[in-house]
């Protein structure tokens, strides 16, 4: 397929752009040991957003992989992971602030080191959503594409130090009109005591139209059910 637009986001840095349906979203890491922290909204509504509470517990999940749709808080699929080399993404974990970026990598600022200053995930998110008029309260907890987090039998929250090889990538398909946001900037749990380096490719091309065999539609009832209420808010709008 035709590449629509294509980025690299380098580490530290924060992109946020309208997706339009029907668009595949892929993310591929250009070195071992990628996280790159997503949200999205509905560009048509933004006070619809990304829910990881519902994303998890209608679909009796811990992390996320192919098939599962991600839904907002008004119980539609907003994307749906298409393909996915890895397996596992963590759904838990949130983002960085400035306190934990000080304390785990060392205090910088940027009127100390200027663009070189250690950003974080918060940050990156909030600048990003200022641009659309909205503030630190339409903040919640991200999807943690290619970091692995699980529970030990103790209930510690793991992380997996070796789950994203080099070249790895996963996709993602827009359901829906999205305002996409992504700061690639560490998982929290990230036990590393230097910043990650990762640059990570964003590439948007065409997605196949969806039927009723599609893989994610049919990944089990729940899913489906968000699909529906999805074709239900696209029909009556027109779209």
């Given amino acids: 397929m035709n590449i629509i637009w294509s980025k690299t986001i380098n580490p530290g840095d924060r992109w946020s752009g309208n ?34 509470p519902d994303t998890l517990k209608a679909q009796h999940t811990f992390y996320l992989k ?6 907002s808080d008004c119980g539609r699929a907003m994307a749906s992971i298409v393909e996915d080399e890895l397996g596992w993404h963590d759904s838990i974990s949130g983002y960085t602030t400035r306190k ?29 959503l200022t641009k659309n008029g909205m503030s630190k309260r339409d903040l919640m907890p991200p999807i943690n594409f290619f970091s692995k987090v699980e529970a030990d039998p103790a209930g510690n929250l793991v992380y997996h130090k070796n789950h994203c090889p080099k070249e790895a990538s996963v996709t993602i398909r827009t359901e829906m009109d999205i305002y996409l946001v992504l700061s690639n900037t560490p998982n929290p749990l990230d036990p590393k005591i230097f910043y990650p380096s990762v640059p990570v490719r964003v590439e948007i091309l065409p997605a196949a139209p969806v039927d009723g065999l599609d893989f994610c539609v049919n990944f089990m009832p729940q899913t489906r059910r968000a699909f529906e209420n999805t074709w239900e808010y696209n029909l009556l709008l027109g779209i």
Avoid at 24 to 51: C, P
Avoid at 66 to 71: D, E, I, Q, S, T
Wanted: some cysteine; hydrophobic content about 35%; overall charge positive.
């Fill in 19 to 52: 997706v339009c349906r029907g668009r595949l979203v892929k993310f591929t890491a250009l070195e071992a040991g990628a996280n790159i922290a997503v949200l999205m909204y509905n560009f048509r509504n933004l006070s619809e957003h990304y829910n990881m």
């Fill in 66 to 71: 192919r098939g599962y749709a991600l839904m």
């Fill in 100 to 128: 934990i970026t000080d304390e785990k990598y060392g205090l910088t600022n940027y009127q100390k080191d200027s663009n070189n200053y250690l950003k974080s995930g918060q940050e990156n998110f909030i600048n990003e």
